[in-house]
């Protein structure tokens, strides 16, 4: 036999293997994607994310103008601060830079301090463990007071919702 052949042989064969190797690797991740995709515990999170995005915090009363918002979506876990990578942006000095976290667990939404300098108030009374939340709380942070609503009974003006 031939020795152009014989490598003509070989590289149709490591061709071939690379092939299987690769059609191996997309049918892995395939199932892995269908397992997710069609798992009970995904439908169930698009479902809460569906119903618990249904919250906004509501500028109450500000004694800064510089913020500019008047309301916010809260799409749990909501990070409330004045850092650009909260979900909800406060501008206000007073506001620590990660100040307070929302969350929705079993249908109940609770607030929470993230050890900030100047502390959370929930209806004017100062928060130091995680809180639930009813529709109508005022939330106090830095200078500025958010009124917690849920459900689709507020009235708003979408151009005003921040995605932050």
Do not use: C
Request: glycine letters at 6%.
């Amino acid at each position: 036999m031939d020795v152009e052949w014989v490598l003509f042989g070989l590289r149709i064969l490591a061709a071939l293997i690379l092939y299987a190797f690769l059609s191996l690797i997309a049918y892995v991740i395939w199932r892995d994607l269908r397992a997710v995709v069609g798992s009970p515990h995904a439908q169930d999170a698009a479902s809460t994310r569906s119903t618990d995005s249904l919250a906004w915090l509501v500028v109450d009363d500000a004694d800064t103008a510089s913020q500019t918002e008047a309301i916010f979506a809260v799409l749990p876990p909501a990070t409330l601060g004045r850092a650009q990578d909260n979900q909800i942006v406060l501008q206000d000095e007073w506001v620590s830079a990660y100040h307070a976290r929302i969350d929705s667990r079993e249908g109940i939404w609770w607030l929470t301090d993230l050890g900030s300098r100047n502390g959370t108030r929930l209806n004017d009374r100062l928060i130091t463990e995680t809180t639930p939340l009813a529709k109508g709380d005022i939330i106090g942070i830095g200078r500025l007071k958010l009124r917690f609503e849920t459900g689709d009974g507020i009235s708003h003006p979408h151009s005003h919702i921040s995605k932050a």
